[in-house]
């Protein structure tokens, strides 16, 4: 049985990645991935502004009350070095790349044009496999249209296609008047894959306190149907490489997001819940199920419930919409079931 | 051999020296050599080797006596060994520097030498320290400069070795501690070459080992003590010599040449003028000066003091002399002159007393009081008059003494081709910082010499700095501050008329002012005395708006690196676009390690800077338009000598105060900090009595007593100004009446912690709340007028049935006795002095450690310490660091004694005054404010009774009547003081029983000093002295003192639990016996958010960190459990509450591994503390 796929020109053992998260933090961290199973792991963002924040938020600290009474002219010991630029994250990756075999995704989130070329070049020349630009942007500026917005995103994609050679995938967020359309300008920016679809920080509100709290809730695997749905009118469509990643929790959600098109399925929440074992449990069902309905390989399946292959493609478009709330129609395979 | 030249200061000199040529280096922090310290360990930190490729052992002690004994010790087991220190700190080292001397030991000890405290404490410079041992047998060699400090720290070093003769190593405390200069470093192999290996191998052998056993430090009776003490006479009399030989090996190796007696000046000189330290400096320039003018002087540098070789010291000078003066810069009262004139009549007395010359002495420069040529050269005059004065002092105006001597202060020596410039700033708008890196870039960037001194007020917010730069072609000498500029800068435009700013400038200066007003509309908005002052002077006027620059990219306040540009873009000692790329440069060195943002954000002002820089245009006469002159601040109806030394010190003209006008034992009156109206907030605080729940909180949290509350009859409001704010009061105890919330926007810090704490939100718009801040400025003149109106409504009385002063709600009514202080904006440690002053303080003796709170309590000019309405208020104290509890101690010894004979001469005298009230006094119960009261008026009676008596049992009892009413004694300190160098005699008087409170204001390091590390520091934190992060737990001194068992012991943080915090003071006072309240006082040094200190609080006792916790020995008497926990268990993670400090976040930058490391181990110290107090709890 092969379970082999490939994602942004990387062959891969299987199409489980492991994305962002706490757990590719520390090396160890990384090998643990790397042993539990996964075929690739998407390393946690590089956010610029943290840096920015860190940078300006030390200097502060140093600064503050210094060289204003004779007695105290400091408060604290200057040190060697404090880690403030991106040079632990290129330090991990450059651990990682020795220490394990499986792909290292770089993952970025720039504020600034400078910012994203930098590092991005920075990560590449760390050693980083692919990168994937995490384009995590909350548009609340009501001036600001969706033209300008979609700009924004292809300007970005553009300019680190340019300042790097390694392949380069782009998550985005669900949020845009015409995500197909939006998919294909990112692929001709230079995007080799595209990563669907980010989870935006929604925080909640304190009425005890009257104060807005992050609040972070891990995912559902309800939560796939929004990626699920979008690979699946994707595939085929936009020569880009697919990659879902929210809502991934069982073999079930990797087997349905293969078929829809996608490339690879990437988890997180699951395994911050239940540890990196669950890819090895996941994998083996995986397994047991192409057994049980006589699958030889991943890309045998891969895109074949995707809209361009189904039967009824009108049934992931909107005309669709009322039939669907009347009847919970069964579907051949159950794939469909949640 | 080429050296590099590099700008710094004789501390970071004198220990590169100490660090590489020690093996053990015993630290304690005081200033002004806390430095010295700091850099030991932050090389030994970085792993920085000494000369013997090892990395030498730094360790903090407890106290400078403590450092003595270990480095007594660690010499003793063989290894070279070294500390720093100052004053009282060189004070307690005495008894082992005997006993180290006594036993020929080669060590070096290098001190900035600084004043000791007498009538009051002093930080600055003199000799009075060094003075203090100079009995003890140690040699002691005196660097009057920068590069000497590093020279001499080599020779000391070599000599000491060579000798066996321990060595004092001084150079002056500020002036030269702190002066950065342009100095060639000493190599490795400079060092090499005068440490003799040998004598190394020898100190080794005399070391005690147990491989060839020996016994040293025998007790001698007085058959052979004096006998054994005459044997060192033959090394003593060896050094002078071997002192030079090492100096002579010295000039040798670096071309620099010192002798015992450095002579200067005309070789056939009448008049020599003899003295050490950094005067000599100036004294040298002086001398040649005169000389080049054709006068005949000449001066004598003392730099082997001890062992003080009379014949050297004669040979130093030309046999043409016919009178030397001698000047020494410390004061020993009642001797028959100061110790360096001793030495010299001496030198000459045993000569051939008809050969001697005119002697005459003086006292200059205590407590760095500055030391001009001027004064030079009326020194070196005065031996020229016919009856001159002898025993004189110069620098001041002695209108009691009649000892000082005029001088002309417009005298001046300072060559043409030096470049001199002042600048005038804040301490947060970084012109300091801005100023070390511009000498950094003259002194080290261009072949210009450089020298740069900066003056602070004593204030810890809003603080006034003054740099002093000069640079030129030669190595700059003069150590006095500009007092000739060619360059001012004045970086706040409300310094303008109010400190004397362009006093320095000479004509024709350049004048920068950091100004809001443009080069057209700046003019109109100048007193017009300084309109005048820059015409009369012929300035070049320059202005810029420095903080609408640093506005716009986001600098905040920090206006260094604008102000910076600046001045190069004036001065031309760079081509313009050279100095810019150097800027550059030092931005990048200075930032660069703190991330590429912050190098960008000030490589961004500098550009806008060049273009924002304008020239105004002066006209030939001042214009009808200007601003108004500013007044004084003090009150006219205090008293004239009160008025006069505090106006002055305020208007920075402390210096033209005569002798007279100060009081002869330190004592100055209390509640003058409200005279300052300092106006340094930038924002304040706003109430909306609308949405304000009147909770008080805002009040009890203020750092600075600005929000105050009452609660009035609505009539007294009819004749408030107009705008006065004021609510329907909610208290159930007072109905119908108004409550007000009023704002002191003129001594408002603007640190918003009262906006923080506070609860109250606007139900429609939530972030508004029932304080907001908005701009200081509009809100001024209105704020000061409501401030007075509220001032004058009468206080909520502190004596009624109606309230109980035990709730926050009703603490903030009571007048806090302390207030306006110098304190850090967002202090956290002042709150608990303001609830102690409200609480007590009506009858509070206090006894006050030295450090932060002795500084904002007690450095002049003014005392945030006041009184209430009757003239009664906290009387306080600071004796020393060390002493503290023992001081507060024997307060209450003195009070309890005297009460005693107070109630036998009552009892003795019933008659007179009558049974009844003679029962009532005896029997007052004053366990309440109500009983307080009734006492005072007892007593007042008492004194009515007895008035006019002349019998010295009723005299005697009027003298002490009042002791008859109970009084408070609060020992007041901080951990340092706590933890470390008073703990020995805090645990003695917890031990004895006696009824005092100590509150030890712990914020977990040595704050005042620059935040060193106690034995308070969190585990895992960085501080001074554990650069690393603290490897060890915090010490638990609660739980330390419950173990007597009759200690009331209580752990608080207010922004925890203010009404725990409320009750733990009033049952610790309460309690008839010690009390230990420990605080948790957030601080500067945390790297915290200052605005967010109480919520720090929070984390802290959320975090299981701080558990809140009161023992009260009461209990058991009740037969109940004695300790109450008051704090839920722990509901964060330890990190959650510590990653939000810089304290520990820099760790986790700096060393993840190690950081990680210690804070799983401080985890789990909170969750063994936490079992053990639960278990404390449950018994």
Redesign the interface.
Known sequence: MDTTTTYLGLNLKNPIVASASPISHTLDGIRRLEDGGAAAFVMYSLFEEQ??H??????H?????????????????????????PE?YLELIRKAKETVEIPVIASLNGVSSGGWTRYARLMQEAGADALELNIYYIPTDPHLTGAQVEQMYVDVVREVRHSVSIPLAVKIGPYFSSTANMALRLSEAGADGLVLFNRFYQPDLDLEM??VVPSLQLSTSYEMRLPLHWVAILYGRISVDLAITTGVHTHMDVLKAMMAGANVAMMTSELLQNGVVRIREILAEIEAWMDEYEYVSVAQMRGSMSQRNVAEPAAFERANYMKTLHSFRSDPTGMFRG | MKRSQICTDANEAAAYVAYKTNEVIAIYPITPSSPMGEWADAWATAGEKNLWGTVPLVQEMQSEGGAAGAIHGSLQAGALSTTFTASQGLLLMIPNMFKIAGELTSTVFHISARTVATHALSIFGDHSDAMAIRMTGWAMLFSNSVQEAMDFALIAQAATLKSRVPFLHAFDGFRTSHEVNKIEVLTEDDMRALIDEDAVWAHRLRALSPDRPVIRGTAQNPDVFFQARETINPFYAAVPGMVQGVMDQFAAQTGRAYHLFDYVGAPDAERVVVLMGSGCETADETVNYLVEKGERVGLVKVRLYRPFDCAAFLKALPPTVRGVVVLDRTKEPGAAGEPLYQDVVTAFSERDPQTTPRILTGRYGLSSKEFTPAMVKAVLDELTKETPKNHFTVGIHDDVSHTSLDYDPSFGVEPPDVARAVFWGLGSDGTVSANKNSIKIIGEETDNFAQGYFVYDSKKSGSLTVSHLRYGPRPIKSAYLVNQANFVAVHQFGFVGRYPVLEPAIEGATFLLNSPYGPEEVWENLPRSVQEQIIGKKLRFYVIDAYGIAKSVGLGVRINTIMQTCFFALNGVIPREEAIEKIKDSIKKTYGRRGEAVVQQNFAVVDKALESLHEVKVPAEPGDRCAPEVKSPVPADVTEAAKYVIEGIIAWRGDEVPVSALPVDGTFPTGTAAWEKRNIAQEVPVWEPDICIQCGKCSLVCPHAVIRAKVVEPALLENAPEGFKSASAKWRELPDQRYVLQVSVEDCTGCAVCVEVCPAKDKSNVGRKALNMAQQLPLRAQGAKEWDFFLNLPDAPKTTERINYNTIKNVQLLIPLFEFSGACAGCGETPYLGLMSRLFGDRALIANATGCSSIYGGNLPTTPWTKNREGRGPAWSNSLFEDNAEFGMGMRLALTQQETTARRLVDLLRDRIGAELADALLSADMSSPEGIAAQRARVARLKAALQGSEDTPAKLLLSLADTLVRKSVWIVGGDGWAYDIGYGGLDHVLASGHNVNLLVLDTEVYSNTGGQASKSTGRGAVAKFAAGGKPRPKKDLGRMAITYGNVYVAQVAMGASDTQTVRAFVEAEAYDGPSLIIAYSHCIAHGIDMRRGMNQQKLAVDSGYWPLYRYNPALAAEGKNPFQLDSKPPTLPLKDYIYTENRYRMLMQSDPRAAQALLELAQADVEEKWRIYQQLAAA
């Open positions: 840096i920015i860190e940078s300006r938020q030390l200097d600290y140093l600064t503050y009350g210094t060289d204003s009474f004779a007695e105290a002219l400091s408060y604290f010991p200057e040190m060697e070095t404090y880690n403030t630029g632990e009257l104060e």
